[in-house]
């Protein structure tokens, strides 16, 4: 029991720093081995920040439809852990996909804001998953909050798409894809790949953290009763 | 490129704070449960002793 609980650690630790490796090797690709764009300079290089956490943002909404739903079918409480850790990874990821976005903006289009459609959608998608962030906080019956929560989760991952595809359906001023060099793309799989490694070790901690907590409400709940 | 360090400042300390948010709660989960644990286990030992006094009491009424 122990030996297996050292090995587990063991295990944490090693892909810990192996998501770690990962993710500093893409940022100083990202700041010294990736060329410079010829219109607009080094602030491109956000691109490479602002696309990986997007990313992430869309996979842990996702992730947290996925948990919500399952806790409908199965009504277990670690399904709704694994919801809340991913919403609230997302919920950072998305804002600070709006800010490095904005920043970017600022030098590329002379604006920090503007109702593009895709920049729309995905000011739609942080405002649904805050609303389902607080809608969480706000409600103590843990079923009752996991079921609100889990419908909440299961409507605002609609908007996913039309974040995706808004560039393709509507015009609009955010480029589609744009074409890049071999040697960009690299740097940008590499940082998408580091910072989703890191992101979703943090959210694997998270949910543990999130167990946790429900056996601390168990343990209050017997000292309480005087249940030994 | 000062905007692109800006941007990387603005995501690292984000990261960070989310974090360090993590960490102190973690810290505070590990007393929570170290305290409700003593606490059962001080309930119990407690449950335990009274239950021996009874059943002491019990079996001096019965002799008597």
Redesign the interface.
């Known amino acids: 029991m122990v030996k297996k609980a050292r090995n587990r650690a063991k295990g944490e630790v090693v892909a810990l720093v192996g998501a770690s490796l990962l993710l500093t090797a893409g940022l100083v690709a990202a700041c010294f081995v990736a060329p410079t764009e010829k219109t607009m300079g080094g602030v491109q290089r956000i691109m490479y920040l602002h696309v990986a956490v997007a990313w992430f943002a869309l996979m842990a909404f996702a992730g947290t439809a996925a948990g919500g739903a399952t806790y409908l079918v199965r009504r277990n409480l670690i399904w709704d852990a694994w919801a809340q850790a991913a919403a609230e990874l997302g919920w950072v990821c998305c804002s600070l996909m709006l800010l490095t976005g904005s920043l970017w903006a600022r030098k590329a289009w002379g604006t920090w804001w503007t109702w593009d459609p895709r920049l729309t959608a995905a000011f739609v998608l942080w405002g649904i998953y805050s609303g389902y962030l607080i809608v969480r906080s706000s409600v103590e019956e843990p079923h009752q909050r996991a079921r609100i929560s889990a419908v909440l989760a299961i409507v605002g991952v609609v908007d996913i798409p039309l974040v995706i595809l808004a560039t393709r359906w509507f015009r609009g001023i955010h480029p589609a894809a744009p074409q890049m060099e071999p040697s960009m793309r690299a740097v940008l799989l590499l940082c998408v790949a580091g910072l989703s490694a890191f992101l979703s070790l943090l959210v694997w901690q998270r949910q543990r953290q999130l167990d946790h907590e429900r056996l601390v409400g168990l343990l209050r709940a017997r000292v309480q009763d005087r249940v030994f | 490129?000062e905007?692109?360090v800006?941007?990387?400042l603005?995501?690292w300390f984000?990261?960070m704070l989310?974090?360090l948010r993590?960490g102190l709660?973690?810290r505070e989960?590990a007393q929570?449960?170290d305290e409700?644990?003593r606490?059962?286990r001080s309930?119990?030992l407690a449950?335990d002793d009274l239950a021996e006094k009874e059943d002491e009491a019990h079996a001096r009424a019965q002799a008597a």
């Open positions: 490129m905007t692109f800006t941007a990387y603005v995501v984000s990261l989310y974090m993590m709660k973690q989960l929570q449960i409700l644990l606490q059962l309930d119990r449950a």
